[in-house]
């Protein structure tokens, strides 16, 4: 089992992330949301990586419930994401620019936490993976 730590702020779990896309890898700063059952990064980040968001129009369109009701996103497979010491490849992030005021890039969610049967010790700032 590993230990990495995450950065805690203001009651808040956040850790680093990467993608790689066509063009180039891009990092993010993700905030840990086990409420998500997403992993979630912002149209922008998947185009600065290099993907063309316009292939996906209408392919792959999940819906989302947000704090303020719900929206349509789209679900992309990228090349590989590497979080927390695991790398996996084809994995689908879903593509939705999330609020401002949420302090990071991106969401963590639930799909890549119980993939890799995180434990979260909020106490202590870390994530124990197996």
Do not use: C
């Not at 993010?28 to 997403?38: E, K, P, Q, V």
């Not at 922008?44 to 009701?69: H, P, Q, V």
Request: cysteine-free; overall charge positive; charged content about 20%.
């Amino acid at each position: 089992m590993k230990k990495y730590p995450v950065e805690v702020y203001q009651n808040l779990l956040f850790t680093k992330g990467a993608i790689k896309g066509p063009q180039r890898i891009f990092t993010a700063r993700l905030l840990i949301d086990t409420g998500s059952s997403y992993t979630i990064l912002p149209i922008e980040a998947l185009i600065a990586a290099g993907y063309d968001l316009t292939l996906f129009k209408d392919k792959n369109k999940i819906r989302l419930t947000t704090a303020s009701g719900f929206t349509f996103a789209h679900k992309i497979a990228v090349q590989w994401l590497h979080i927390l010491g695991i790398k996996i490849e084809n994995y689908p992030i879903i593509a939705y620019t999330l609020p401002e005021d949420i302090y990071a890039d991106g969401i963590l969610g639930m799909d890549f936490l119980s993939r890799i049967n995180a434990i979260i010790d909020i106490k202590n700032g870390i994530i124990q993976v197996h």
